[in-house]
């Protein structure tokens, strides 16, 4: 992470210097999704249940960024970056992480754009959630004590895009069903826009 995070349980590691910083939050730019998976999609790409999809959309856990459900007969639709993190939550939750950690791990993620994240490594010590931008940040947690397990969000990204593949997409715009959808393919047409 840059320099602005804070050291939060890192010894010695403070603003400015290089090293891995606890999760925070952080000004990103919301991108505007045109693929929404509904909740089905979403559980079978991210390994859940239907019954953990809707308590964390209820209690504000992971809340579906492209249309959250207002009411009986409504279907939430989650962007892949919403399924992302739900299989982030996941690995936390079988790892016995904190869910004050996880929250606010997911309020990181979910302010933080498609930049890097495929790069990001999030590492725990089971009471503190660290992000790790490069293999030097990794093994400087790791000597100073911090880190017991990580998440490697880039193999996290790959096997949702992989499940999601072979899943249904929508349409935000038109409500059109995408079968088979790669997400890494509108991911590609939006790089190729913005330049």
Not at 79 to 85: A, C, E, G, L, N
Not at 173 to 194: K, Q, S
């Amino acid at each position: 992470m840059s320099g602005d995070g804070t050291a939060g349980g890192a010894p010695g590691l403070g603003p400015g210097e290089s090293g891995p910083y606890p999760l925070h939050s952080s000004a990103a730019d919301p991108s505007t999704e045109t693929i929404g998976y509904r909740g089905p999609t979403a559980c079978a790409a991210a390994g859940i249940t239907y019954r953990q999809l809707d308590y964390w959309a209820r209690t504000g856990l992971v809340e579906p960024s492209v249309r959250p459900a207002y009411g009986s007969g409504t279907q939430r639709l989650y962007s892949f970056r919403d399924v992302v993190v739900l299989k982030i939550v996941k690995r936390f939750l079988d790892t016995g992480v904190a869910l004050q950690n996880i929250r606010a791990a997911v309020q990181h993620l979910r302010e933080r754009g498609f930049r890097d994240l495929e790069r990001m490594t999030l590492m725990s010590d089971g009471a503190t959630v660290y992000e790790c931008s490069s293999p030097d940040e990794v093994v400087n947690l790791l000597q100073g004590g911090q880190g017991i397990f990580g998440i490697a969000v880039g193999v996290v990204w790959r096997d949702v895009e992989a499940a999601l593949s072979q899943l249904h997409g929508e349409r935000v715009d038109t409500g059109e069903t995408l079968v088979g959808h790669n997400p890494a393919d509108e991911l590609a047409r939006r790089r190729n826009r913005a330049v």
